[in-house]
């Protein structure tokens, strides 16, 4: 294993030795370091759900990484081919990688077949070698927008869309079949007409090799022209007598021809399955951002009536408070004004009992007098 580090690109290459031993789902590499960010590969040595092997870039100790954390990330990841460097297999994407989103590759990145073919270099002696070539995208600060949840959806179906399309410019449609049909001859010894029957046959029969029956039809068109003894000219004859000559290898090459054949129109037949299924993929794409759309326009809505009521809520207790304060002052003033009731209601009965002694007092005066 080794690492190189440049400012923001770095490369790292992981053997894993008796790789088809391996029975864990999926392996890790060591922890190699590009621009102050860990990264590591995971790979699944049966596939990740599927008959190819899986190939990631990964962020270890994500969990350990502040909240807002993301790396805009350009990488590479190379099955080595270690019998013939030419036929190592690369695959190259972008990723916006964040605490969350910490890992981006490739789940079909080989298929297993191919991988552990052993004429292949793939697997020599038990090794797969894979190399990582990583680069950091700089960008100033200012302009770092957080990932969004659906930034892997997009990045990943806009591939997808290029790819539909591309495949739409070439033609992509399902493969014709190709439909045979039986001939059946008579036996018996060839007469003049049947000689001539028996040409024309052998016209329709090279016009179209490889229709189903053909191969029967032109063995028995051959068996009676050579054995005909009128209705050929000699330059028939020997045409007819080298090609029945080498009519074995022609047999071999026509059943080969017709498993092949079979074996591309089933080929084609699934790859339109497939095609198929990729639109349908990304129309439900479509439409899961047209809803996403829909649900972020509800959820500014929410956000907006939410600042409504937390304004609202604000100001009801910042007008609460200021009730407190009056009330308070009000209180304050009703207990000072409770305790000089108190102190006038005291000079009062005392001014009363004064009062009233005046009033006997004056009662007396005045009986003396009056």
Not at 313 to 318: A, E, F, I, Q, T
Request: charged fraction near 30%.
């Amino acid at each position: 294993m080794d690492a190189q580090d440049d400012v923001n690109q770095g490369e790292f290459t992981w053997a894993i030795s008796n790789f088809s031993q391996q029975k864990e789902t999926k392996l890790y590499s060591e922890a190699f370091t590009v621009f102050g960010c860990k990264w590591m590969i995971v790979v699944y040595p049966k596939g990740n759900k599927t008959d190819h092997l899986s190939l990631y870039l990964d962020v270890p100790d994500s969990a350990m990484l502040p909240d807002g954390w993301t790396r805009n990330a350009k990488f590479s990841l190379c099955v080595i081919d270690q019998i013939s460097s030419v036929h190592s297999i690369r695959h190259e994407t972008q990723h916006f990688f964040t605490v969350r989103e910490k890992d981006w590759g490739f789940t079909r990145f080989i298929a297993l077949s191919k991988l552990h073919n052993s004429t292949g270099g793939y697997l020599a002696n038990d090794f797969l070698v894979i190399k990582a070539k990583v680069s950091v995208l700089i960008v100033t600060p200012v302009n770092i927008q957080p990932a969004r949840p659906t930034d892997k959806f997009d990045s990943y179906f806009t591939g997808l869309e290029e790819l539909i399309n591309a495949a739409e410019t070439n033609g992509v449609s399902v493969g014709s079949s190709l439909y045979l049909q039986d001939c059946a001859l008579t036996d018996g010894s060839p007469s003049l007409e049947e000689t001539e029957k028996a040409k024309q046959s052998l016209k329709e029969c090279l016009s179209d090799l490889f229709r189903l029956g053909m191969k029967e039809r032109l063995s028995e068109t051959l068996s009676t022209l050579s054995s005909a003894r009128t209705g050929l000219s000699s330059e028939e004859k020997i045409a007819i007598e080298t090609f029945q000559a080498n009519f074995n290898d022609f047999t071999s090459n026509f059943l080969t021809f017709e498993q092949d054949n079979a074996e591309v129109e089933l080929h084609k037949v699934r790859r339109d399955q497939n095609f198929s299924a990729m639109k349908k993929s990304h129309e439900t794409h479509i439409l899961y951002k047209q809803l996403m759309d829909h649900l972020a326009k509800e959820e500014e809505e929410l956000k907006r009536k939410m600042e409504e009521v937390k304004s609202g809520r604000n100001k009801l207790l910042s007008d609460w408070e200021i009730l407190l304060v009056e009330s308070e002052d009000v209180k304050s003033l009703y207990k000072d004004e409770q305790k000089k009731v108190a102190e006038a209601e005291k000079k009062k009965r005392i001014a009363e009992e004064r009062m009233s002694r005046s009033t006997i007092d004056w009662s007396k005066l005045k009986a003396q007098f009056c």
